[in-house]
């Protein structure tokens, strides 16, 4: 079993930067398609992007392209986001979990949910 944290949320202005990170337990972090989802208040949980084991390679949903971009260091079992040119829409709580399914897994092949970290992007 996996647990994982996420951290890096916080209050930003539109066009802000943020990082976020989640860290994870365990020995086989390195075996793990890892991916970010976000849900912003009264919406469904929605895909963000998934990184491979290695990560060489990536996949991001189509509206995520281009300001969002997923990394991991396996020494430090740690898989980032990083968000560029902020908001207001972007405004949800960010979840990081274990791919079951590879790169385009959907959200039922998701396991091992982390608790979320906030992001508010004001306008």
């Known amino acids: 079993q996996v647990q994982l944290v996420e951290s890096g949320g916080g209050l930003v202005q539109a066009g802000d930067s943020l990082r976020l990170s989640c860290a994870a337990s365990?020995?086989?972090?390195?075996?793990?398609?890892m991916g970010w989802f976000r849900q912003a208040p009264g919406k469904e949980r929605e895909f963000v992007a998934a990184?491979?084991?290695?990560?060489?390679?990536?996949y991001y949903a189509d509206s995520m392209k281009g300001r969002f971009t997923i990394s991991r260091d396996n020494a430090k079992k740690t898989v980032y986001l990083q968000m560029i040119s902020l908001k207001p829409e972007d405004t949800a709580v960010y979840y990081c979990?274990?791919?079951?399914?590879?790169?385009?897994?959907?959200?039922?092949?998701?396991?091992?949910w982390g608790q979320g970290t906030q992001v508010t992007v004001s306008s």
């Open positions: 979990a274990v791919s079951t399914g590879g790169l385009r897994a959907t959200l039922v092949q998701y396991a091992y």
């Open positions: 990184i491979s084991t290695s990560g060489v390679y990536t």
């Open positions: 365990g020995r086989t972090f390195s075996s793990y398609t």
